[in-house]
């Protein structure tokens, strides 16, 4: 289905890490190469853009607060985006969300047609 599954989340200690899963199959409107990202969010905070990444190409975009920290990262085969996280830090804590279909900016909301459940990321000190 083209609606996103993550999985992955969990919790951890600070400078730990986390490799979160994302399964999305494209449907017959996808682009040829879709733009997927991961985006975060914790309660009373705007939804922000973590990273992103085109299926074709690889071509990839950062947040400032993840560069070097965080990787992304895809399989077309298994139709799965994953996001690896390293060093984490007690600010990382938050719902992770899956995006699919982008069109546009990588980093707005709006961008993105389909949507996944989130999973749960808790970063302790």
């Known amino acids: 289905q083209v609606q996103p599954v993550e999985s992955g989340g969990g919790s951890v200690q600070a400078g730990g890490s986390l490799r979160l899963s994302c399964v999305s199959v494209p449907s017959r409107y996808s682009a040829s190469s879709r733009l997927m990202a991961w985006f975060r969010q914790v309660p009373g905070k705007e939804r922000e853009g973590v990273a992103a990444?085109?299926?074709?190409?690889?071509?990839?975009y950062y947040a400032d607060s993840v560069k070097g920290r965080f990787t992304i990262s895809r399989d077309n085969a298994k139709n799965t985006v994953d996001l690896l996280m390293n060093d984490l830090k007690p600010e990382d804590s938050a719902m992770y969300y899956c995006?699919?279909?982008?069109?546009?900016?990588?980093?707005?909301?709006?961008?993105?047609?389909?949507w996944g459940q989130g999973t749960q990321v808790t970063v302790s000190s």
């Open positions: 995006a699919a279909d982008g069109r546009g900016t990588w980093d707005e909301n709006g961008s993105y047609l389909y």
């Open positions: 990444i085109f299926t074709a190409g690889g071509l990839s």
